[in-house]
């Protein structure tokens, strides 16, 4: 009996892994600014090898005390495999900082994406204005374990 117990333990333990680790894969690519103010562009590539596989692109902000902006308004440009090119504006609504020490966020750019084609996907993040007191930026790609129906 106390066999039989451990191995239903096992196979539920087992399961609860597998549901909870959702079967996706992420990409995450981080560029250290040299100073704090940021007003180049940040180039960044993702390599597209599984065209069923939702994604959610996430943009990740690194900042400190010297961030007193309010929002950070960015042109977005995007370069598909085959050449085709997005470009938008996207705002970040950075929280300010009660302690004044180093702090991360993530904000949502794509959620639920399918990028069509195998191959590298470049994105290039521009602030539209210098911005002080951002340390680093970078690129989240979430694969979603929903396959395209």
């Not at 690194?62 to 085709?84: C, E, F, N, Q």
């Not at 950075?94 to 399918?114: G, K, Q």
């Not at 191959?119 to 979430?142: C, H, K, N, Q, W």
Request: overall charge negative; charged content about 25%.
């Amino acid at each position: 009996m106390r066999g039989f117990v451990s191995n239903i333990l096992a196979l539920l333990s087992a399961l609860l892994i597998l549901s909870c680790g959702g079967g996706g894969s992420h990409s995450v690519e981080m560029h250290d600014r040299v100073g704090s103010l940021w007003l180049d562009a940040e180039e960044f590539t993702y390599e597209n090898s599984d065209t069923l596989y939702r994604r959610n692109i996430s943009i990740n902000v690194r900042y400190d005390g010297d961030y007193v902006a309010d929002s950070v308004p960015l042109k977005i440009l995007t370069i598909s495999p085959d050449s085709m090119v997005l470009e938008e504006d996207f705002t970040l609504h950075i929280p300010h900082l009660a302690d004044m020490r180093p702090e991360e966020h993530t904000f949502v750019y794509r959620s639920n994406v399918l990028l069509k084609r195998s191959g590298e996907y470049r994105f290039r993040l521009t602030p539209l204005e210098p911005i002080d007191g951002i340390a680093s930026v970078g690129l989240i790609v979430d694969e979603r374990p929903t396959l395209n129906e």
